[in-house]
């Protein structure tokens, strides 16, 4: 069980952070934070500063379906990395 529970996590955990860059990427271009990709490495920081402001709710944004889904996956991601912790925790 804790093998297939590992598996399952190796493969969820990843294509949750790669769908929530998506999503926070497309946050930023209809902010006006970046223009393209590029501009996504080098103002990483910026846009990163964003995304936590934008799921906490002290930024408005101008697409609220992105947000919701963003809040979603985010709270998804921690709900599994719980989840995770409490299995191998009650595994030993």
């Known amino acids: 069980m804790l093998n297939s529970v590992l598996m ?3 493969i969820f955990i990843p294509i ?3 769908i929530s860059n998506i999503l926070t ?3 930023a271009k209809l902010e006006g934070l970046v223009s393209s990709v590029k501009d996504l490495f080098i103002h990483n920081m910026e846009v990163s ?3 936590w402001k934008a799921i906490f709710g002290y930024v408005s944004v101008k697409n609220k379906k ?3 889904i ?3 996956i985010f709270i998804l991601f921690i709900l599994v990395e719980l989840t995770l912790i409490l299995i ?3 595994a030993r």
């Open 8 to 10: 399952l996590s190796i």
């Open 16 to 18: 949750l952070i790669i």
């Open 88 to 90: 191998f925790y009650f």
């Open 70 to 72: 963003n809040r979603f």
């Open 25 to 27: 990427y497309k946050m």
């Open 49 to 51: 500063i964003f995304f």
């Open 66 to 68: 992105i947000l919701f």
